[in-house]
């Protein structure tokens, strides 16, 4: 297992919003994208007039039709239409500079186009580009290395593919774009990829667009230097969203894999991301982020396979991040999902197989859904970020704290397995469990528990079970309205045995095989009663028949210990120093 050390950096984060208001703006934001979108989609489905043919010949062209001047290797577009391009062109471009309510369409049968200049295509007015790739072919386009503006004050076109305005990409051929100066693709307004193979190398960022980034289906794959798909309008209200609703997605990139301003939200697709080198990369800047999947405002999962290994946080938003649906594999040197306000998981399979801490918010919700992970650290971690330095870049270690409310990890469904070698849950304030299931593999060391809180843990439904080490562990709080057993072993016990709790007619209410090895468990579960008894078993292979009796448990109250040797300290919520109990046995 490779160590994973947070590195703390001086970034600043978003304090606690309202966690309503935040989704439903962020729900909003999305609508109003997709309704962009489809007035695009609608505009792109016009027929449009055929204007001319155009057949690219080295460092020249030629054209049957109406709408273009060529000057050399330089063709211009003038007005709106459909104009059919084949062949190779040297050292010039393709220049749209058409009426700004013209919809031009661009139809790539077959192109190679080189710029020594600039872009390849440069959209500098129009409505909308879109950009068809005839279906069989292959088209590619590479810019400049080094761009020659007319003068010094300019900044644009910066990527081999540029539009000033909305850009749409479709067709069932494929286009190879070599970004060599910044950008593979850009739109100043709105990007959207309908279909296509589309394969992106780039200098700095693969697929920008300023307004909003929308995938639809077809085939990505995108190397970039910097971002592989950006939104980065930060002026614009509700501007800066990406939305991915289908499609192969396949991206290495140095730093973030998708970042958005205001909203990132994932409906379906295949998205796989290797940003910064991967969990196991050693050399970074703490500077710079290397998360996949990104936003300054907010972070929605509703579908997908998603894959990703990430120097920093899997998935990060400034804001809160909803997890309702998709399949999520997820490798990080950090936070398999962290979320500044609330993260909320409802549904979906979210497999954390290594990470710093595996997730991580002020408020913590899971009312569905299959969560797992493998934590160097954490498992579930609330904490304030403005407080423990945590934010866009890596950060911090939970711990004890003076018992904030507000810090919250809030359990009502679903199942979640922890594997932890710091606390298996953490939080800076509160735990509740009502409901689901949580199983807990926690700490080695000592100086860790299974369950660590700082105020309450109120359990009143759910099955549990805590295993770890025992100096500083702790049950749930003992005005629970669910009882809860605490077994302590008078020595470590080996991973790999099963730990089943029975009432006396031998039904099982909860069951364990802990990662592990371990000191003590916490045992919860629905049924189980104050003055009522209960067995232990041990088995070797996961089978009540062939257990081992190891316990026969009276419950007496919220909280009955048994176990270990005389002077275990364990930790209560109205423990303010430590308690000690003279264990049985």
Excluded at 295 to 304: E, H, L, M, P, R
Excluded at 348 to 358: K, P, R, S
Aim: proline share 1%; glycine share 14%.
């Amino acid at each position: 297992m490779v160590l994973l050390l947070p590195i703390l950096a001086s970034c600043g984060a978003s304090g606690a919003t309202s966690t309503q208001q935040t989704v439903q703006t962020a729900a909003k934001t999305t609508q109003e994208q997709q309704l962009s979108v489809e007035e695009i989609t609608d505009t792109s489905a016009q027929e449009l007039t055929q204007m001319a043919v155009i057949v690219l010949g080295g460092d020249t062209a030629s054209a049957e039709g109406e709408g273009v001047t060529i000057d050399g290797s330089a063709v211009t577009i003038t007005q709106g239409g459909s104009y059919t391009l084949s062949g190779t062109l040297l050292g010039g471009g393709i220049i749209i500079d058409a009426g700004k309510n013209d919809t031009v369409e661009l139809i790539l049968n077959g192109v190679s186009i080189t710029s020594e200049t600039s872009a390849a295509i440069f959209a500098k007015q129009s409505e909308l580009l879109i950009i068809t790739l005839a279906e069989g072919t292959e088209n590619y386009l590479s810019d400049a290395s080094s761009y020659v503006y007319a003068d010094a004050a300019q900044d644009e076109p910066s990527a081999a593919l540029y539009s000033k305005d909305d850009l749409y990409i479709r067709g069932a051929g494929a286009l190879t774009i070599y970004g060599n100066y910044q950008n593979g693709v850009t739109s100043k307004d709105n990007l959207v990829i309908e279909s296509g193979t589309v394969t992106i190398e780039a200098e700095n960022h693969g697929i920008r667009g300023k307004d909003s980034v929308t995938i639809l289906d077809g085939t990505i794959t995108v190397t970039a230097g910097d971002d592989g798909i950006q939104a980065d309008n930060t002026e614009d209200s509700g501007s800066g969203t990406v939305l991915i609703e289908g499609g192969v997605i396949d991206m290495t990139v140095e730093h973030d894999g998708i970042q958005a301003v205001s909203a990132l939200t994932i409906t379906g697709g295949e998205i796989t991301i290797l940003a910064g080198g991967g969990y196991t990369t050693e050399t970074y800047s703490s500077q710079q982020s290397y998360k996949a999947l990104k936003s300054t405002g907010t972070v929605a999962v509703s579908g997908g396979v998603i894959t990703v290994n990430s120097l920093d946080d899997a998935i990060h938003a400034n804001q809160s991040v909803t997890i309702t649906g998709g399949t999520l594999t997820l490798l990080s040197r950090d936070d398999g999902v962290h979320a500044d306000d609330t993260l909320s998981i409802t549904g979906g399979t979210i497999d954390i197989l290594i990470c710093y801490e595996g997730l991580e918010s002020a408020v913590v919700n899971i009312s569905g859904g299959a969560v797992s992970m493998l934590a160097a650290d954490d498992g579930i971690n609330a904490a304030d970020a403005s407080e423990s330095g945590q934010g866009d870049w890596m950060g911090a270690v939970g711990g004890w704290g003076t018992g904030d409310t507000s810090l919250q990890v809030n359990i009502s469904g679903g199942s979640i397995t922890i594997n932890a070698y710091g606390d298996g849950i953490d939080s800076n304030g509160t735990v509740t469990m009502s409901g689901g299931e949580l199983y807990i593999s926690g700490p080695l060391s000592s100086a860790n528990g299974a369950l660590d809180y700082d105020s309450s843990f109120i359990i009143s439904g759910g099955v549990m079970a805590a295993a770890g080490s025992s100096g500083m562990a702790q049950t749930p709080s003992s005005n629970s309205s669910q009882p809860s057993v605490m077994v302590y072993f008078t020595q470590s016990q080996t991973a790999g045995s099963t730990y089943l709790l029975t009432d006396t007619s031998g039904n099982v209410l909860v069951s364990c095989t802990p990662d592990k090895d371990f000191q003590c468990i916490v045992f919860s579960a629905p049924g189980m009663k104050s003055g009522s008894s209960y067995e232990l078993y041990e088995s070797t292979d996961g089978m009540l028949d062939n257990a081992t009796l190891l316990y026969d448990i009276t419950l007496s109250g919220a909280i009955t210990s048994v176990g270990g040797s005389y002077g275990q300290t364990t930790w209560t919520q109205q423990n303010t120093q430590p308690q000690q109990r003279n264990n049985r046995r």
